[in-house]
T-cell receptor, first 114, second 115 residues
Framework: AQSVTQPDIHITVSEGASLELRCNYSYGATPYLFWYVQSPGQGLQLLLK??????LVQGIKGFEAEFKRSQSSFNLRKPSVHWSDAAEYFCAASVGGTASKLTFGTGTRLQVTL | GAGVSQSPSNKVTEKGKDVELRCDPISGHTALYWYRQSLGQGLEFLIYFQGNSAPDKSGLPSDRFSAERTGGSVSTLTIQRTQQEDSAVYLCASSFGGAVSHEQYFGPGTRLTVT
């Protein structure tokens, strides 16, 4: 079955430190890949997406993600975390077309200490 | 421009009552999705519309759940005879449809509490 896995439920980093959130997918073929962020009481905001081409994709708010086919991974990174980055982060995948529904990972809650 | 809007933002209902949740997609988006977010189940897909048709209803948890979309725009998710396990945040998303997957833009959600 198609699935997305986020191994880390909760991560705490200090402000100014670097961040990496892990995401692995299990699909028959490479899916379209997305990272969303959800602040408390808010909907989901798209950070970045990977469809094809360059395996390092840039997103909003200084985030980037690297697609690694050999590892079936799409990890999210940020060089220097700000306190306002504290939120829940979801990795998602889709195969597109009439099967374009998103399959989400379970989310990683990011806490930022000052 | 206007994003995806959902109403009501919060709904409290008694067990056994019917509820209707509304979604207004971004203008020009032909694809519309409903998802459910709950503590125990995470984010789950419910149903997908392309125009007024629903080619994928595979996520609807029971026949108490139904959805429709009219005029290729507004969609309503109806839950009949609500149960406590229906308590969740119901999220709507829209995107440009077509053969290629486009990013989905989410509304703020409707928080449903069944007492």
């Amino acid at each position: 079955a198609q699935s997305v896995t986020q191994p880390d439920i909760h991560i705490t980093v200090s402000e100014g430190a670097s961040l990496e959130l892990r995401c692995n997918y299990s699909y028959g073929a490479t899916p379209y890949l997305f990272w969303y962020v959800q602040s408390p009481g808010q909907g989901l905001q798209l950070l970045l997406k990977y469809f094809s081409g360059d395996t390092l994709v840039q997103g909003i708010k200084g985030f980037e993600a690297e697609f690694k086919r050999s590892q079936s991974s799409f990890n999210l990174r940020k060089p220097s975390v700000h306190w306002s980055d504290a939120a829940e982060y979801f990795c998602a995948a889709s195969v597109g077309g009439t099967a374009s529904k998103l399959t989400f990972g379970t989310g990683t809650r990011l806490q930022v200490t000052l | 421009g206007a994003g995806v809007s959902q109403s009501p933002s919060n709904k409290v209902t008694e067990k056994g009552k019917d509820v209707e949740l509304r979604c207004d997609p971004i203008s020009g988006h032909t694809a519309l999705y409903w998802y459910r977010q709950s503590l125990g189940q995470g984010l789950e897909f419910l149903i997908y519309f392309q125009g007024n048709s629903a080619p994928d209803k595979s996520g609807l948890p029971s026949d108490r759940f139904s959805a429709e979309r009219t005029g290729g725009s507004v969609s309503t998710l109806t839950i009949q005879r609500t149960q406590q396990e229906d308590s969740a945040v119901y999220l709507c998303a829209s995107s440009f449809g077509g053969a290629v997957s486009h990013e989905q833009y989410f509304g703020p959600g409707t928080r449903l509490t069944v007492t």
